[in-house]
């Protein structure tokens, strides 16, 4: 391990207070950025940690109260989405003493609960909690202990704060799209609700609904067609199967999320149509994946990097002691790519 130095064993606060030839009190001062040593001081101490490669053991660090820990809690790692918030965390934590613990919860309640039991237990100064599957009494139990800032679902705390997209104008965007590029029988693969005593605050609810609204707002409640499976790339293919066993088949499907789109996009093309010659396509999130020159596809984005910054800082700024509440949405964008087109007058008709 780098912290033993070359000495066999675990580098010490007094071994960088021998080296720098100043007190143990200098050292823990630097290390704590506190007030009362001169700059030649800091960097002699600086200098020494840098020389012996010493690093303050955690435990220690839980002992005076911090880990410098950040905890992440993701449903799955599958989904490209939350790459791109992890991004944006690590970028506002870069700096900082604070790192990032991953974790998974899984798609049941009770996994979730031993994720977030885990992550408490490891003493984190705070934790990031994406598309959270418990109910918000559940969430504002674990916030009473630890800072915490939850991204996805649409609600109000006074205890954690809350990072989300405007989902209802980014749904809007997208459905407004298909039927003003002509498509009137436009489907949605939504996904089936999971959570707990909050449904109609989830994203998906949310998509789901104002898609429904957009349609009957425009006369074409007749041609509601929703393929209720996941966010997943598996949920988007048995999506697409669903609904192309529908008479007539749609000629544009909006996917909840881009990896359900891919999905989606394969089950198209097994079927043989083309897109967006045949059906047209679009997915929510604009992941990287999206704008590859072969896929290239329709999508709102929600500026997943901009998402994990802003709960980073929450994040710290709680830790630092704000005890007040913070609600910050993102205000999407469509990006129009190749996979939507005006339908053929094959497609309307078939």
Known sequence: MAETGGRGRRVTIADVADHAQVSTTSVSKVLRNAYGVSPATRLRVQAAIDELGYRPHNAARAMRGRTFTIGVLLPHISNPFFAEILDGLTEQLGGTDY??????????????????????????????????????????????????????????????????????????????????????????????????????????????RTYRRVMTEHGLAAEIAVATTSYTEDGG??????????DPRPTAVFAGADLAAFGALAALHEAGLAVPADVSLAGYDNTRSAGLAHIALTTVDQDGVMMGRTAGRLLLERIGGRTSSVRFSVTPTLIVRRTTAPPSESSQVS
């Open 99 to 208: 790192q990032a613990i991953i974790i998974q919860g899984g798609r049941d309640d009770a996994s979730e609960r031993r994720a977030v039991d885990a992550l408490v237990d490891r003493q984190v100064d705070g934790m990031l909690m994406v598309a959270p599957l418990s109910s918000k009494s559940r969430l504002e139990e674990v916030a009473a202990g630890t800072p915490t800032v939850v991204l996805g679902p649409h609600e109000r705390s006074t205890v954690y704060d809350s990072v989300n997209d405007d989902d209802e104008a980014g749904t809007e965007l997208v459905v407004e799209h298909l039927i003003g590029l002509g498509h009137r029988r436009v489907a949605h693969i939504a996904q089936r609700d999971a959570g707990r005593g909050r449904p109609a605050t989830t994203l998906h609810v949310i998509r789901e």
């Open 237 to 246: 293919y048995r999506g697409v199967r669903e609904l192309l066993a529908r």
